[in-house]
């Protein structure tokens, strides 16, 4: 089964950056889509980033277009999700998921339909705050 462990989590001061990063172990990333969701107190969690199996296809929820970036490097099993510019509202916990299959080679799972992916992390924490 495929195993992902997030990191790179932290407080940063607003206007900051952090880059956080889905190592995957079990299987090689070449077959799956991944995204980035996250969650903060109170709130439904929320998917931030999307990146397709061959890393051609890319998606984001508004509130964090041109200041995440989502990418995937399939040689070290592993994705990364770039955050500048971050503000108190992107406070959260987050995780990534792995969507599997062929479906998803050249385009993106859905943020709302969480039944499309196979595999998800437990989360690291990103505190944004002064």
């Known amino acids: 089964q495929l195993q992902l462990v997030e990191s790179g989590g932290g407080l940063v001061q607003p206007g900051g950056s952090l880059r956080l990063s889905c190592a995957a172990s079990?299987?090689?990333?070449?077959?799956?889509?991944l995204a980035w969701f996250r969650q903060s107190p109170g709130k439904w969690r929320e998917g931030v980033a999307s990146?397709?199996?061959?890393?051609?296809?890319?998606d984001y929820v508004d509130s964090v277009k041109g200041r995440f970036t989502i990418s995937k490097d399939n040689a070290e099993n592993t994705v990364y999700l770039q955050m500048d510019s971050l503000g108190p509202e992107d406070t959260a916990v987050y995780c990534c998921?792995?969507?599997?299959?062929?479906?998803?080679?050249?385009?993106?799972?859905?943020?709302?339909?969480?039944?499309?992916?196979?595999?998800w992390g437990r989360g690291t924490q990103v505190t944004v705050a002064s």
């Open positions: 079990g299987f090689s990333l070449d077959h799956y889509a």
């Open positions: 990146i397709s199996a061959r890393g051609v296809s890319t």
């Open positions: 998921a792995a969507a599997y299959g062929s479906s998803w080679y050249y385009q993106t799972p859905t943020f709302t339909d969480e039944s499309e992916y196979d595999s």
